[in-house]
């Protein structure tokens, strides 16, 4: 047997081919060595019984079977134990900031101030092992089973107009800079001109949005592009990808997923990722109130694009406290600049909600079996514009879920992965510093719905757009389109619908003038994916080195001060403000981790 580690009191041993665990005692270890010599056997117990846990220690013996009825069913080794030969304690482990047990509770930060330690925890271990396992399915699935190539591109590119904020790189050449690129899109494109018609790479990502919960400046796509292919091509890939790597200790994957349109996820969830494993949506109850007296719903109603909204909170009468309510409505007072009003229908209760009292008796029957309400039910309603109604509705709806959930009900089955896809985005937005502006709701190679063409020219903000997102329980965990492989089109809507500068995009729109196919593809986010399936609280549970909330490296305290000798070949200064100067000399000498 070769060298044994101890982990959480259990000897790991390590061998060229398996990973094999057993329990070492102190009793064990005399009586293995009952028919040695004594001074040998007292040298080996005093090594093993005085390594530090956590210790690198090597021994040598025989394997051996565990006597009748010893055997322990729950270890991979349980059968067997070692007659210890020799023993040497290869390296001392020193104190532990943390004893490394899933069970001991720790600060994230600690955990990645010492992420080698917290890496040998049991869920991490799971964790990054099932990860592997998982992208070695999917690139069986890919190469193998459907023609694709594996194929790297490259991390430093140039900035590229639209998306996220890019992280730049300084070069040689004065005031010139590489950007690392938010996606391997223009690359995929590109491949797809050369003829490489079936494309996918686990691909680095990069992307400067600052703090962001639960978002990574580096992280890790599926990425896939291919020719000659619809939307529901891509979406029946995606769908065997996932079903053929999906792990064994999970149930097996239904598909095809069910598929739903923006406009239709907005008015029932009030959100473009919806988390279907439960009820409570969203309904429009404008018709009921058409002839209402109630100025708030008057007013709503008498507005362009006016709604009534409303949504039923099960058994809210039971869960929701008063206090709970209060806390609804000012959420969106605060956010919304919208009235939140609960109403009981079929409950004397009313909790002070202004319109109750208005609601005449056809109104509340009507109510009642639109929304199925039953007894101790909560209806929330509010009203005005459809999208922004929605959308607090929408936002409320998760918040009742986490209410009713810490009181005991259960609405979201951890153990159940809803997939969801969602079709039909709008081509554009208006921009939200400007609305008479346009921005892409996706990106700008996405191609239009061909039957929304026409609209180009005369009314863009109505175009509807080839782009779908893959949702799971509630989280966007891939978004794909069907690009555009035209390049006059492409040329339009850069330049006149987008106003971008089209230099930046000379050689992609020049590539496709020379028989570019038709294509498309989608990208599915491995990090957000493999915290769902396993559970974890956060991305950076299932990223071996992860960065903090605010974007550091609290192991190597990462992003570091750099002198000025080192800038100068990048022709590069730091101008500090007049109140840093003291953090400045702070950041040069010292390093503080986040708390």
């Known amino acids: 047997m070769s060298s044994h580690h101890l982990v959480n009191g259990s000897y790991v041993f390590r061998n060229p081919k398996k990973i094999r665990f057993t329990q070492l005692s102190e009793i064990e270890a005399v009586n293995y060595l009952e028919n040695e010599d004594l001074e040998t056997a007292a040298s080996v117990k005093k090594i093993l019984c005085e390594a530090p846990l956590e210790s690198v220690v090597q021994v040598s013996g025989t394997v051996i079977s565990r006597p009748p009825g010893q055997e322990n069913a729950k270890m991979p080794t349980g059968e067997i134990e070692i007659k210890v030969k020799t023993a040497e304690l290869l390296n001392s482990c020193k104190k532990l900031p943390f004893e490394i047990k899933d069970f001991v509770k720790k600060t994230e930060a600690l955990r990645l101030q010492y992420r080698y330690l917290d890496l040998r925890s049991f869920q991490m271990q799971y964790n990054l092992r099932l990860r592997s396992q998982v992208v070695m399915k999917m690139r069986e699935y890919l190469c193998n089973l459907h023609g694709f190539v594996d194929i790297e591109t490259p991390t430093l590119f140039k900035r590229t107009p639209g998306g996220a904020k890019e992280f730049l790189v300084p070069s040689r050449e004065p005031g010139k800079f590489y950007s690392l690129p938010q996606s391997p899109q ?315 500068d089209v230099k930046l995009l000379s050689h992609l729109l020049q590539a496709l003038d020379y028989g570019a196919p038709p294509h498309g593809g989608i990208a599915l986010g491995l990090d957000r994916l493999m915290c769902l399936i396993t559970g974890a609280a956060s991305i950076r549970d299932v990223i071996a080195f992860p960065k903090s909330f605010r974007g550091h490296d609290l192991m190597s305290n990462a992003p570091d001060s750099v002198s000025s000798q080192e800038l100068k070949p990048y022709h590069i200064q730091v101008s500090w403000p007049a109140d840093s100067e003291a953090e400045r000399s702070s950041l040069n000498h010292s390093h503080h981790p986040e708390s």
Not at 215 to 227: A, G, H, K, L, N
Not at 256 to 283: C, N, W
């Open 186 to 500: 223009q690359f995929k494109q590109l491949l797809m001109v050369g003829g490489l018609d079936r494309y996918f790479q686990v691909a680095r990502c990069y992307r400067d949005e600052g703090s962001r919960p639960d978002r990574q400046p580096e992280f890790t796509q599926i990425d896939i592009e291919m020719s000659f292919v619809d939307q529901t091509g891509i979406q029946s890939l995606i769908e065997g990808l996932l079903q053929y790597s999906w792990p064994s200790d999970k149930d097996p994957l239904v598909v095809p997923f069910p598929s739903m349109t923006f406009a239709e996820a907005l008015a029932t969830y009030g959100t473009d990722k919806p988390d279907t494993r439960f009820g409570m949506k969203i309904v429009d109850i404008s018709n009921v109130f058409k002839h209402t007296e109630v100025r708030f719903l008057q007013d709503a109603l008498s507005k362009p694009q006016g709604a009534v909204k409303a949504m039923c909170v099960r058994e809210g009468a039971n869960y929701l406290k008063k206090k709970d309510i209060e806390s609804i409505r000012k959420f969106a007072a605060d956010h919304f600049k919208e009235e939140v009003l609960p109403v009981f229908l079929k409950n004397k209760e009313n909790w002070n909600s202004p319109v109750a009292k208005f609601i005449l008796e056809k109104q509340r029957l009507e109510l009642i079996r639109l929304m199925e309400i039953q007894e101790d039910d909560v209806v929330l309603l509010t009203a005005g514009e459809h999208k922004k109604a929605c959308s607090l509705l929408g936002k409320l709806r998760l918040a009742c879920a986490d209410i009713l959930e810490m009181n005991g009900m259960v609405l979201r089955d951890p153990a159940l992965f809803s997939f969801l896809w969602v079709v039909d985005f709008p081509l554009f937005l208006p921009k939200e510093d400007n609305p008479l502006e346009l921005e892409s709701a996706h990106h700008p190679f996405t191609a239009p719905h061909p039957g929304d063409i026409h609209l180009l020219y005369t009314e863009p903000e109505k175009v509807r757009s080839q782009h779908y997102d893959l949702v799971l329980n509630g989280s966007e965990i891939g978004g794909g389109s069907i690009r555009i492989h035209d390049a006059e089109l492409q040329h339009y809507i850069l330049a006149t619908l987008l106003k971008e």
